[in-house]
T-cell receptor
Framework: GAGVSQTPSNKVTEKGKYVELRCDPISGHTALYWYRQSLGQGPEFLIYFQGTGAADDSGLPNDRFFAVRPEGSVSTLKIQRTERGDSAVYLC?????????????FGPGTRLTVL | AQSVTQLGSHVSVSEGALVLLRCNYSSSVPPYLFWYVQYPNQGLQLLLKYTTGATLVKGINGFEAEFKKSETSFHLTKPSAHMSDAAEYFCALPYGSSNTGKLIFGQGTTLQVKP
C-alpha cells in the first residue's frame, strides 16, 4: 500500500471516553497533517508534524486533543473525555516536506461518532 | 486574514455539459492554490495546483483552472461532464506567509451529474 492509511475507519464511542486515531503516512514523507471535517464543511487544520515534533498545533480546539509522532512516521491523534461535538471525520495527510506548494496526500479518514 | 470561498454548495449539470465550480480567495501574500476532489468514502485527491508561472493550470481527468489575480479567483472547469465526475470538490490555499503547507479549505461544492 503506497497511500496514507488510517485506522479505524469508523469509531463509535460514548461521551466521556478516550479514543485514539492512527495514521500511517506515505513512507519517506517528513510532514504529517491532521484535519477535521464536519458534515457539510471543508477540512479544518488541527496540527502538523515535521519529523517527530509538532511544528504547529494551533488548530487543536482544546487541551482534550493531543497528537504524537514518536518515530517520525506513524502518528496518533488522542482525544480525552470525548464530547458529542467531537463527532466528525478526522483526516490525515502527508507530504514529502512541509512547504506551501507541496501536494498533500490524504488518507480515507476516520469517522468518529460520539454518542 | 486568508480565506477561501466557494460559491454554491451544490452544482448540478447534465452529462456532457460544461462544469464550472467557483472559488475566490483572500490572501495577503502571493497564493498557491489547490483543487481537491473527494469521492464517497475516499480521501481527498489533488486535481491540480497553481504555484507560479502559467495561470491556466491543467489537471487530471480533463479539469483545468485559471488563476486570475485581479479577480482573486481560481475557478475550476471541465468542458464536458462525465458521470464519474460526481463528487465533492474543495478549493484550498496554504495559511500565511510561513512555509508550513497547512491548508485552509473552502466549504466544498458537491457536483451532481445527471444522465
Amino acid at each position: 500500500g503506497a497511500g496514507v492509511s488510517q485506522t479505524p475507519s469508523n469509531k463509535v464511542t460514548e461521551k466521556g471516553k478516550y479514543v485514539e486515531l492512527r495514521c500511517d503516512p506515505i513512507s519517506g514523507h517528513t510532514a504529517l497533517y491532521w484535519y477535521r471535517q464536519s458534515l457539510g464543511q471543508g477540512p479544518e487544520f488541527l496540527i502538523y508534524f515535521q519529523g517527530t515534533g509538532a511544528a504547529d498545533d494551533s488548530g487543536l480546539p482544546n487541551d482534550r486533543f493531543f497528537a504524537v509522532r514518536p518515530e517520525g512516521s506513524v502518528s496518533t491523534l488522542k482525544i480525552q473525555r470525548t464530547e458529542r461535538g467531537d463527532s466528525a471525520v478526522y483526516l490525515c495527510a502527508s507530504s514529502l516536506y512541509a512547504s506551501g506548494p507541496n501536494e498533500q496526500f490524504f488518507g480515507p479518514g476516520t469517522r468518529l461518532t460520539v454518542l | 486574514a486568508q480565506s477561501v470561498t466557494q460559491l454554491g454548495s451544490h452544482v448540478s449539470v447534465s452529462e456532457g455539459a460544461l462544469v464550472l465550480l467557483r472559488c475566490n480567495y483572500s490572501s495577503s501574500v502571493p497564493p498557491y492554490l489547490f483543487w481537491y476532489v473527494q469521492y464517497p468514502n475516499q480521501g481527498l485527491q489533488l486535481l491540480l495546483k497553481y504555484t507560479t508561472g502559467a495561470t491556466l493550470v491543467k489537471g487530471i481527468n480533463g479539469f483545468e483552472a485559471e488563476f486570475k489575480k485581479s479577480e482573486t479567483s481560481f475557478h475550476l472547469t471541465k468542458p464536458s461532464a462525465h458521470m464519474s465526475d460526481a463528487a465533492e470538490y474543495f478549493c484550498a490555499l496554504p495559511y500565511g506567509s510561513s512555509n508550513t503547507g497547512k491548508l485552509i479549505f473552502g466549504q466544498g461544492t458537491t457536483l451532481q451529474v445527471k444522465p
